[in-house]
């Protein structure tokens, strides 16, 4: 054995602590942040989300501001949404070109051209319903999106945000074939650069909430349990996440992440894709509500939620304090 008190003294290791710095695996950087930001229509909109303390949705011009000061932070990357005006049935406003994240896409590209834009393609943000795509009529009567037609609203979408400059697009409605449906979509229309990140692994949660009064996107009825994935049925994230890169998707994501650090595991040791962990709204909003009661470090538990993501194998990470976390790694 040899490996036995008082002979092993694992306390060695952290007795000093430039040692302990030295052997740290997992080493935060700014360069692995994506950070979420919802556009809408209109002028100088800078309205905080009460349940995402310092989120805001945002007009195109201040949502402009706001990408110069994180570009100038060194964040390397955003995720948008958009919240459009009019909603219908079928969410039509997703892929007019002339809606705020197709304006922003153009604008950020003209003048911060680094920054890389990475557009969420879903609809439940502009259906009137609140569901990821087109309603059908079951057979037993009940309504649910219809996973076929909702393909090729998928796929305009995505061809929509790669012709306003997008260049990575993250389907996130969970429709089976919506990545080879978008892979063609964009082939077609000569964007074969423009990348795909694929929400492959994501569930049904409770921790959307609070992204549901950002984006405006909440369902007006039922649930997303028809599209969305079951969290007692960890093995289908192997499949889903198959079944993407088999599709063409370059990326991966798992999502949420600080709360399914297993499947963030499962999948990076499975698959050699890169992979994306997105800290989402309602795992944020927890860490913010429980500082502002002073019953947690706000910062301290940031770092090391984000790191334990870093460290289950995700190497990206997708979170609303990917600012503040820029900030505190400068220091
Ligand atoms: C759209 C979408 C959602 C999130 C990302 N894309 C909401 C949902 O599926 O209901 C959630 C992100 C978050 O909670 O931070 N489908
Ligand atoms: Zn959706």
Not at 37 to 58: C, D, K, S
Not at 213 to 231: C, I, L
Not at 280 to 285: D, N
Request: glycine share 6%; aromatic share 8%; charged share 25%.
């Amino acid at each position: 054995m040899g490996s036995e008190f008082p002979t092993t003294r694992m306390r060695r290791l952290r007795y000093n602590a430039t040692l302990r710095e030295m052997l740290a695996e997992v080493r935060l950087s700014r360069h692995d942040l994506i950070a979420p930001l919802f556009v809408r229509e209109g002028a100088g909109v800078q309205h905080e989300i009460a349940t995402m303390p310092g989120q805001f949705q945002l007009s195109v011009d201040t949502a402009m501001e706001t990408v110069r000061r994180w570009d100038g932070k060194g964040v390397p990357a955003v995720l948008l949404f958009g919240i459009p005006d009019a909603k219908d049935a079928v969410g039509s406003e997703a892929w007019n070109d002339d809606a705020a994240v197709q304006r922003l896409c153009r604008q950020i590209k003209a003048e911060l051209p680094n920054v890389l834009v990475i557009t969420d393609v879903c609809l439940c943000e502009y259906t009137e319903h609140g569901h990821c795509g087109t309603l059908t009529d079951r057979l037993d009567g009940c309504k649910d999106v219809d996973n076929d037609i909702t393909l090729e609203s998928l796929g305009k979408t995505a061809v929509s945000h790669a012709r306003s400059g997008a260049d990575i697009v993250a389907p996130s409605a969970m429709m089976d074939g919506q990545v080879g449906a978008i892979r063609s979509a964009l082939d077609s229309a000569g964007f074969s650069p423009v990348a795909i990140l694929s929400y492959a692994v994501k569930f049904a949660s409770s921790m959307y909430g609070p992204f549901r009064d950002a984006a405006e996107s909440a369902p007006t009825f039922g649930d997303r349990r028809t599209y969305q994935m079951d969290y007692r049925s960890p093995s289908q994230a192997i499949a889903e996440a198959r079944a993407d890169l088999d599709e063409g998707a370059d990326m991966l994501m798992v999502k949420p992440g600080a709360t399914y650090l297993d499947l963030i595991a499962a999948v990076k040791r499975s698959f050699d894709a890169p992979l994306a962990a997105y800290h989402v709204s309602g795992e944020y909003s927890a860490i913010k509500a429980a500082a502002r009661l002073g019953w947690l470090d706000e910062r301290s538990a940031a770092i090391e939620i984000t790191s334990a993501m870093r460290r289950a194998g995700a190497d990206l990470v997708i979170t609303y304090f990917a600012e503040q976390l820029a900030d505190w790694l400068r220091e």
